[in-house]
């Protein structure tokens, strides 16, 4: 029975000849945060994108919210960050806040307060007014994590959130994170950073088109009897060579 915030079972994903998903298992429970991990190229942005009914599936179920995907109402529901920037680049970054919270349907004091508030979370307050042309990649990234965090979706999807985004910053956003988990929301992340993974609940590791593996952090570097996740991936990825 599928009862979390997101569940995949039995999903298959192919392009032409290459099949990228063979057989992914996958769940996010409420008050979660899950991490997706794998090589580059695994097809962790096609879990995502599939997930969230961007992509058809070519076999399996993707439930969200207790609905099979594609649903189009459920997007409201959810603030995704895709992997590669969307933005508007001749707005300035408050332009392009303004538009995808009234796109989120929020008005007037909530809409300042939520744009207030995710662009602190991101560290972009004080850049909110120069055109987005002028932001550097780093920027850009955090506008795209800002622009998911308006009205405080129940459930976060976010693709490689914090690709050149600096140490201190990585960890106000993962308090942020933490705290958005703590008020019961769930996030899937994908992430390259196996710091990041260690911060998780659940560490998914995506191989060969499966989730080989998906475990609290602990138990996974109990089970490859290993001390980080960094070094799961390693043991992982060598044995399944
Ligand atoms: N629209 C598409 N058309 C054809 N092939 C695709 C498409 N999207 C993804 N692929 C292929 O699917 C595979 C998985 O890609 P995906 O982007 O999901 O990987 P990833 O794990 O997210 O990689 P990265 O860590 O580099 O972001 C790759 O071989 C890629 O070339
Ligand atoms: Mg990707």
Redesign the pocket.
């Known amino acids: 029975m599928a009862d979390g915030i997101i569940d995949l079972e039995h999903l298959v994903k192919k392009?032409?000849k290459?099949t990228?998903l063979k057989d992914v298992n996958l769940a996010v429970m409420p008050q979660q945060i899950v991490g997706l991990i794998?090589?580059?190229?695994?097809?962790?942005?096609?879990?995502?994108?599939t997930a969230l009914g961007m992509?058809v599936t070519d076999g399996g179920t993707a439930t969200v919210f207790g609905q099979v995907m594609p649903k189009r109402p459920l997007l409201s529901r959810i603030g995704y960050m895709a992997?590669t920037d969307a933005l508007y680049e001749s707005l300035t970054g408050r332009e392009n806040l303004k538009f995808f919270a009234q796109m989120k349907g929020l008005k007037k004091a909530a809409l300042r307060e939520s744009i207030d508030h995710v662009s602190h979370v991101v560290d972009l307050q004080d850049d909110l007014d120069k055109r987005v042309s002028g932001y550097s990649g780093g920027m850009m990234r955090r506008l795209s994590l800002s622009i998911a965090l308006l009205g405080s979706p129940e459930l976060l999807v976010l693709?490689?959130p914090t690709v050149g985004i600096d140490p201190a910053l990585r960890r106000q956003i993962w308090q942020e994170l933490d705290a958005i988990r703590d008020e019961g929301r769930s996030i899937l992340i994908?992430t390259?950073v196996m710091e990041e993974a260690e911060l998780t609940d659940k560490v998914a590791l995506?191989l060969g088109g499966k989730v080989i593996a998906f475990d609290e952090p602990a138990a996974l570097k109990a089970q490859y009897q290993v001390d980080s996740i960094e070094n799961v991936f390693l043991k992982a990825e060598g044995e399944f060579k």
Do not use: N, Y
Request: negative net charge; glycine residues 18%.
């Open positions: 392009f032409g290459q990228v794998g090589p580059s190229g695994a097809g962790k942005s096609t879990v995502i994108k992509e992997q693709d490689e994908t390259h995506l």
